[in-house]
């Protein structure tokens, strides 16, 4: 069974720009939960999607956003990017919600804003 | 914010010898969960324990949860030189829904 791939692992954008990542989850897992890792704030949380709706959201602004697609492929989008955004970005998934099993992640996208 | 407080933030220890590390945390969980990180790549789980359990085993790993402690271990008997990663705990609160809350992690290195 193939894991959790993320897409693109390294992006270097620009102040100002945006940015899109791809997760594509473990075959048959419905949740997919997304991490932000810095060397300052460690790993945090930013948002769960389950069935294609947001189940659980983090503390960060709103030019994070996410979403999920029918066949549980999720996506995160990064507007307005400032130099703090750059970060090892995390996506996981679970058969069901987190709460009650363990969560399968990928390699990571690595952003660097410049 | 970071839920788990892990001891100690870095570890240098031998081939052969045992790796104890803790982890603290502040409220109520639902289950806690191990995971091993290697040069700021992915996480791979290792081990989750419910709150209603007090220790677990997955071949060299050991974990124990102490609830009333609020506390949790993980043991690495006859660690190897592969075993050299960054170790998280993570808890899933009660009151949190269904988020992984992480602690900062132990670096842990051994030399072969």
């Known amino acids: 069974k193939a894991g959790v791939t993320q897409t693109p692992r390294y992006l270097i954008k620009t102040r100002g720009q945006q940015v899109t990542l791809s997760c594509s989850p473990i075959s048959g897992h419905r949740s997919v939960s997304w991490y932000q890792q810095t060397p300052g704030q460690g790993l945090q949380f930013l948002f769960e999607?389950?069935?294609?709706?947001?189940?659980n959201k983090g503390n960060f602004p709103g030019r994070f956003s996410g979403r999920q697609f029918s066949n549980s492929r999720s996506e995160m989008n990064v507007s307005t990017l400032e130099l703090g955004d750059s970060a090892l970005y995390l996506c996981a998934s679970s058969p069901g919600f987190v709460r009650n099993t363990e969560a399968f992640f990928g390699q990571g996208t690595r952003l660097t804003v410049v | 914010s970071q839920q788990g407080e892990e001891d100690p933030q870095a570890l240098s220890i031998q081939e052969g010898e045992n790796a104890t590390m803790n982890c603290s945390y502040k409220t109520s969980i639902n289950n806690l969960q191990w995971y091993r990180q290697n040069s700021g790549r992915g996480l791979v789980h290792l081990i989750l324990?419910?709150?209603?359990?007090r220790e677990k085993h997955s071949g060299r790993l050991r974990v124990t949860l102490d609830t009333s402690k609020k506390s949790s271990s993980l043991l690495i008997t006859a660690s190897r030189a592969a075993d050299t990663a960054s170790y998280f705990c993570a808890t899933v609160q009660e009151t949190s829904g269904s988020r992984l809350t992480f602690g900062e992690g132990t670096q842990l290195t051994v030399n072969p």
């Open positions: 999607y389950f069935s294609e709706t947001q189940r």
């Open positions: 324990i419910r709150s209603n359990e």
